[in-house]
């Protein structure tokens, strides 16, 4: 039985001194580290994302949960175990509370960090690209927890757009019914994750770091349903992967988990997978290098926001 002096969410030191003094913070997420990257690889990409928030002038808040403690803010041990530990867990919000009963350990996904960072008292939150509307909702109804979460949860995602092999404009629409706010970083289209542009348009755009911060002002002063800010940011165009490799990959993805009858949690990784093997890697390099120009937005977002 836990008591008092055993919390289940624990901030590092340096994360609680930050939120103490005001200092600009920015929550990362752990299953890019555990799930998405190979081994060494991954590690060594944990270790720059953080560097890149360190360098600006931010303290870096990578959360996952150890041993049923979710804890924000990794120290090396922490994240080295994250990142080289067999049988961790992907955990979604609605997981914690088993994983905490449990004292399980596992890697947060875009719903359990947002939960998390927000529940620690972070604003700002970069990952590489968000859950959503499944292709074929209508026959499965399978959606994404990261848009319930988001349309409960007072917190600002930067991202790349959601992940290709979902239904965007579904996506979007889902978006806007659950009152979340959705601005383009210097565009008027959704981006496309690995793409730069999803070809759907958007109907806010912001220029700077001190707009988003300027929104979320606005959020807190107009008060209402604590929704989520999302910050589309696009890959360059110049670091995209190739629209007609991703198009043809991707169709022969989908077709592939048809035949194999591959659905529900399983689809995500596994038409993933196809393309960083289609590609030949590239969607894989495309990806990290949404995930760099997400995490430094994000980075100068929180130094915005904590100006203010």
């Known amino acids: 039985m836990r008591t008092a002096a055993d919390p289940i969410l624990r ?3 340096e994360v609680a001194e930050a939120l103490v003094t005001g200092a600009p913070v920015v929550a990362l997420e752990s299953t890019i580290i555990s799930h998405g990257l190979p081994q060494p690889r ?13 360098a600006a002038g931010a303290v870096p ?14 120290d090396e041990v922490e994240l ?3 990142a080289t530990e067999s049988g961790l867990r992907k955990l979604g919000q609605r997981d914690l509370p088993v994983a905490a009963a449990l004292k399980a350990s596992g890697a947060t996904t875009v719903s359990a960090t947002s939960f998390l960072a927000a529940r620690a008292g972070i604003r700002i939150f970069a990952t590489g690209g ?3 509307v499944h292709r074929g909702w209508t026959q499965a109804q399978d959606e994404s927890a990261d848009l319930d979460t988001l349309a409960r949860t007072r917190i600002t995602v930067v991202c790349a757009g959601v992940k290709s092999i979902l239904d965007v404009p579904s996506t979007l629409q889902r978006l806007e019914t659950r009152g979340v706010t959705v601005a383009g970083y210097r565009t008027d289209t959704f981006p496309g994750f690995y793409l730069h542009s999803s070809g759907e348009p958007i109907d806010w755009r912001i220029e700077s770091p001190d707009e988003a911060a300027a929104i979320m002002r606005g959020q807190d002063g107009f008060g209402g349903q604590e929704t989520a800010l999302i910050v589309a940011n696009p ?5 995209q992967l190739d629209p007609a490799l991703h198009d ?3 169709s022969e993805a989908l077709a592939a988990a048809d035949r194999a009858g591959v659905t529900g949690q399983k689809i995500t990784p596994f038409l993933l997978d196809y393309l ?3 590609t030949g890697g590239a969607s894989l390099e495309a990806n990290l290098a949404a995930v760099r120009g997400n995490v430094a937005l994000a980075t100068q977002i929180a130094l915005a926001w904590s100006r203010a």
């Open 61 to 74: 808040a990578t959360i996952a949960v150890l041993d049923g403690v979710a804890r924000v803010g990794l």
């Open 235 to 239: 890959i360059p165009v110049d670091r």
């Open 248 to 250: 043809r990959v991707l």
């Open 42 to 54: 991954n590690l060594a990409v944990a270790r720059e994302l953080e560097d890149i928030v360190r």
């Open 11 to 13: 901030p590092s030191d």
């Open 276 to 278: 960083v093997r289609g």
């Open 130 to 132: 968000l859950g959503g």
């Open 80 to 82: 080295e175990r994250i």
